[in-house]
């Protein structure tokens, strides 16, 4: 294929120019970099290829203190797929034996302090069941309940509410509100760095994934939770999501937030 | 008119409505950016409509458009009929219907992904099913392509392949090689998670195979107009092509350094070692080879058309240029915004100061300048160049040719500078809202307005560029000649080395640098598996 002097010369050039990349960028350069921060260079080459963790340029930093996290639950493959295979008659069985006294038959709250759960979403049940088990949330009806149930019951559970559909709870698009409300919402307020609500909580939103349904919600339940966040009574938000926006919004905000989102 | 002409005004017409959409979409989205208060702004909204803009500009108006010139030249450059115009239409209804599928879930805000994907957030299936039609029409208009070529040169041994005609077959080997990464990552990876099948996604392997194909495509939208610069503009400036090697060896270099280069964009990702990185950095380094030998023969060639019609002096053939002619004044324009566009990516490939300007303006301005200034000007230029012997019918009015096109540049370069300066200050790209009232913030209040004010301006210049087109469909028009001649060299390519006549050697190249470059990146995935990032939805 080399025939010709002109494609010689370019093979060529291009030959020469990645042997000396490689050396360069395989080599030299992670040796170099690597004498600075105290990295031998075999292992800053290494680093350098990727077969080694870490750069070339920097010492690995040693964490001295053990992370805490906000919740114990990881949404990984096996946790999905066991939430995806439940036993829905011990769902059935259970709700009806131990969750109905609060949370009404069929999951349909018959007192404002108290959640509805038909139609949430199985993941939000189950990362808040999960939480109140780990006490991570802490309630002094809940956390009992909760420390009782295996995680077998809890997916059960989960998916059984959110089997169901002639709940309150549903997935409609915010239409309108006051003026105030809707910004809120749809926008948030940026000076304030609040996100809209929208923003996680709306139909297909790019919020994390256990975010739950709040159209349609009881009033005095979103309130109160609203305001446990912003106290940090309640911490079981991973990064500080709505601790971080409950704590900027005002009291009237949050009331307004709350007659809003239960009227839906 | 002959089915050529057809199937190429099918094709421009397609791409340039999906251009106009999008233009509107490009300006709303400013005006959300900057502290006036725009209409129906929300932060989902305005996803949305960076979603529609990105896949509209980027997949469509580029797809359609280089296919239709493709086919164009062809015929024209080939002077023989297009083979297998049955399947060209095939994969233009397949392409079209591809477009309007993936339009429905977008229209619907089941697909707010963005253009680039961003695994792992999924979108509606039919979204990505819809891409990968657009995809399979191309990859069809690429076989075309080779065998018009194969055809041509069974039938002509020993002679070198007209320019355009080599040129538009690398770009098509190129396609091929390009779509490979962001097939696989679609086909194996989002496909499965948008369908159901799977619920956790490689986002390191989905971003290392999006990264392969994401500079050659750049390439793909580019070298219509590299085409261009080496075979119409110097025709139409009454001259003659100053070196026929240079154009070739250019689509030759651009075939093989777009691909093992695209880890560029991935400078700040953590699932690379640092030593690919500089490789791939310094592949990149070459790409400016082809860029410089292009300008430099290209402005070669206007002096020697400048010199013909009687431009004396160091700098009188510049003058002496026929600058009322629409492909000679995009050529200039274009030339102009490729400095700046050109000097910005320079900073964005250097592994080092690409920290500082990552996912900042300075990208979105980087880009918009090559792409939406020195590339889609010459898509103008090339539409008013051909449009008269699609239709028969010359424009009654060039002017409002030149005026566009000025207007578009100026546009563009009043857009995009404020944009380098407010992404070196740290104004975040794909951001929907800023607190202009932080102090910090504040001043970039009025370079965003500034700005927007381009976009204004290249509004008006999308909106003249479609008047234009339409009135050349008129019958008031004058009638005009429908031959095509492309420029001819000062020395003819009498004989060329195969190696500048096909592109056998350049596909074996292009093999060995990917293996080097994407071989162990690639197949770290596969030895030392991450886990998962769970699938999330957002239909």
């Known amino acids: 294929?080399?025939?010709?002097?002109?494609?010689?010369?370019?093979?060529?050039?291009?030959?020469?120019?990645?042997?000396?990349?490689?050396?360069?960028?395989?080599?030299?350069?992670?040796?170099?970099?690597?004498?600075?921060?105290?990295?031998?260079?075999?292992?800053?080459?290494?680093?350098?290829?990727?077969?080694?963790?870490?750069?070339?340029a920097r010492r690995t930093p040693v964490a001295k203190t053990g992370a805490r996290p906000v919740s114990d639950v990881i949404w990984d493959k096996a946790t999905l797929e066991r939430l995806n295979h439940p036993n829905r008659e011990v769902g059935a069985q259970l709700a009806q034996e131990i969750c109905a006294a609060c949370h009404g038959q069929n999951g349909v709250s018959p007192d404002s302090k108290y959640p509805h759960l038909s139609g949430q979403s199985a993941l939000a049940i189950y990362k808040q069941l999960h939480d109140f088990r780990s006490g991570v949330r802490q309630n002094e009806l809940m956390s009992p309940v909760a420390q009782a149930l295996t995680d077998e019951q809890m997916i059960a559970l989960s998916n059984h509410y959110a089997s169901l559909t002639q709940g309150?709870?549903?997935?409609?698009?915010?239409?309108?509100?006051?003026?105030?409300?809707?910004?809120?919402?749809?926008?948030?307020?940026?000076?304030?760095?609040?996100?809209g609500c929208q923003s996680c909580h709306g139909v297909g939103a790019g919020g994390p994934m256990e975010?739950?349904?709040?159209?349609?919600?009881?009033?005095?339940?979103?309130?109160?939770?609203?305001?446990?966040?912003?106290?940090?009574?309640?911490?079981?938000?991973?990064?500080?999501?709505?601790?971080?926006?409950?704590?900027?919004?005002?009291?009237?905000?949050?009331?307004?937030?709350?007659?809003?989102?239960?009227?839906? | 008119m002959r089915s050529v002409e057809r199937l190429t005004l099918a094709h421009l017409w397609a791409g340039f409505a999906a251009f106009a959409v999008a233009c509107v979409l490009g300006v709303w989205q400013m005006w959300v950016r900057s502290p006036l208060t725009a209409p129906l702004s929300t932060p989902d909204h305005y996803y949305q409509s960076v979603t529609a803009h990105g896949v509209a500009m980027a997949y469509l108006l580029t797809t359609f458009f280089v296919m239709g010139f493709g086919y164009y030249v062809a015929e024209t450059s080939l002077s023989r009929p297009l083979p297998g115009k049955g399947w060209a239409w095939t994969a233009y209804v397949l392409s079209l219907a591809g477009a309007l599928t993936a339009a429905i879930p977008i229209l619907l805000n089941k697909a707010t992904v963005l253009y680039t994907f961003y695994p792992p957030l999924t979108?509606?299936?039919?979204?990505?099913?819809?891409?990968?039609?657009?995809?399979?029409?191309?990859?069809?208009?690429?076989?075309?392509?080779?065998?018009?070529?194969?055809?041509?040169?069974?039938?002509?041994?020993?002679?070198?392949?007209?320019?355009?005609?080599?040129?538009?077959?690398?770009?098509?080997?190129?396609?091929?090689?390009?779509?490979?990464?962001?097939?696989?990552?679609?086909?194996?990876?989002?496909?499965?998670?948008?369908?159901?099948?799977?619920?956790?996604?490689?986002?390191?392997?989905?971003?290392?195979?999006?990264?392969?194909?994401?500079?050659?495509?750049?390439?793909?939208?580019?070298?219509?107009?590299?085409?261009?610069f080496y075979t119409m503009a110097p025709a139409e400036a009454g001259g003659r092509l100053y070196s026929d090697t240079m154009g070739r060896l250019t689509f030759v270099l651009f075939l093989i350094y777009?691909?093992?280069?695209?880890?560029?964009?991935?400078?700040?990702?953590?699932?690379?070692?640092?030593?690919?990185?500089?490789?791939?950095?310094?592949?990149?380094?070459?790409?400016?080879?082809?860029?410089?030998?292009?300008?430099?023969?290209?402005?070669a060639s206007m002096?020697?058309?400048?010199?013909?019609?009687?431009?004396?002096?160091?700098?009188?053939?510049?003058?002496?240029?026929p600058w009322e002619r629409p492909m000679v004044l995009a050529t200039g324009l274009a030339f102009f915004m490729l400095w700046f566009g050109g000097g910005g990516g320079l900073v964005n490939m250097s592994f080092g100061m690409n920290a500082m300007v990552h996912n900042t303006s300075w990208v979105t301005a980087h880009f918009h300048l090559i792409f939406g200034g020195t590339v889609v000007i010459m898509y103008?230029?090339?539409?008013?160049?051909?449009?008269?012997?699609?239709?028969?019918?010359?424009?009654?009015?060039?002017?409002?040719?030149?005026?566009?096109?000025?207007?578009?540049?100026?546009?563009?370069?009043?857009?995009?500078?404020?944009?380098?300066?407010?992404?070196?200050?740290?104004?975040?790209?794909?951001?929907?809202?800023?607190?202009?009232?932080n102090p910090l913030i504040a001043p970039w209040g009025k370079w965003v307005v500034f700005s927007l004010i381009g976009g204004l301006i290249l509004l008006l210049s999308a909106a003249l560029f479609i008047y234009n087109l339409a009135i050349m469909h008129r019958q008031p028009a004058r009638k005009a000649t429908t031959s095509q001649s492309y420029a001819l060299a000062l020395h003819p390519p009498h004989h060329v080395p195969a190696s500048l006549n096909g592109f056998r050697l350049w596909n074996a190249v292009v093999l060995v640098l990917m293996l080097l470059a994407y071989g162990y990146p690639i197949a770290q995935f596969f030895i030392n598996p991450a886990p998962g990032a769970v699938v999330h939805r957002v239909d």
């Not at chain 1, 030959?15 to 040796?31: D, M, R, S, T």
């Not at chain 1, 709870?169 to 760095?193: F, K, M, S, Y």
């Not at chain 1, 079981?236 to 009331?255: C, H, Q």
């Not at chain 2, 028969?392 to 995009?416: D, E, K």
Request: hydrophobic share 50%; charged share 15%.
């Open chain 1, 1 to 56: 294929m080399l025939s010709d002097p002109l494609s010689k010369y370019i093979t060529g050039g291009v030959a020469a120019l990645v042997v000396a990349a490689i050396i360069l960028g395989f080599v030299v350069v992670p040796i170099v970099q690597g004498s600075t921060a105290e990295i031998d260079p075999w292992t800053a080459i290494c680093r350098s290829l990727g077969i080694q963790a870490g750069s070339p």
């Open chain 1, 168 to 195: 309150t709870l549903d997935r409609r698009l915010i239409v309108e509100a006051n003026p105030q409300v809707d910004r809120l919402i749809r926008t948030g307020d940026t000076a304030r760095g609040i996100p």
């Open chain 1, 211 to 264: 975010t739950p349904t709040i159209s349609g919600q009881r009033r005095q339940y979103i309130s109160t939770q609203l305001h446990n966040f912003a106290t940090g009574a309640r911490r079981n938000d991973v990064f500080d999501r709505m601790r971080g926006v409950a704590a900027r919004l005002t009291d009237d905000e949050i009331e307004l937030l709350a007659r809003f989102y239960a009227e839906q």
């Open chain 2, 123 to 228: 979108g509606s299936a039919l979204f990505y099913l819809g891409l990968v039609l657009v995809v399979v029409g191309s990859w069809i208009w690429c076989a075309l392509m080779l065998i018009a070529m194969g055809q041509w040169r069974r039938d002509h041994p020993g002679e070198a392949v007209p320019l355009a005609m080599f040129g538009t077959t690398a770009n098509a080997v190129m396609w091929l090689w390009t779509t490979v990464g962001v097939a696989a990552e679609v086909l194996f990876l989002i496909l499965p998670a948008a369908l159901g099948l799977t619920q956790t996604i490689d986002v390191g392997l989905s971003r290392t195979l999006f990264s392969w194909t994401l500079h050659a495509i750049v390439y793909f939208w580019l070298i219509p107009a590299y085409i261009a």
């Open chain 2, 258 to 299: 777009s691909l093992p280069v695209g880890m560029h964009h991935l400078f700040m990702d953590p699932e690379h070692a640092t030593g690919f990185k500089f490789l791939q950095m310094t592949l990149t380094v070459l790409v400016a080879v082809p860029t410089l030998l292009t300008v430099f023969t290209i402005s």
């Open chain 2, 303 to 321: 002096e020697v058309a400048g010199r013909l019609r009687g431009g004396t002096g160091l700098f009188g053939w510049i003058r002496a240029l």
């Open chain 2, 380 to 437: 103008f230029a090339i539409a008013y160049s051909i449009w008269p012997k699609l239709t028969g019918w010359q424009s009654p009015n060039v002017s409002l040719q030149r005026l566009q096109l000025w207007l578009w540049a100026i546009g563009m370069m009043v857009m995009t500078l404020p944009w380098h300066y407010l992404g070196l200050q740290g104004q975040w790209r794909r951001v929907a809202t800023f607190d202009y009232t």
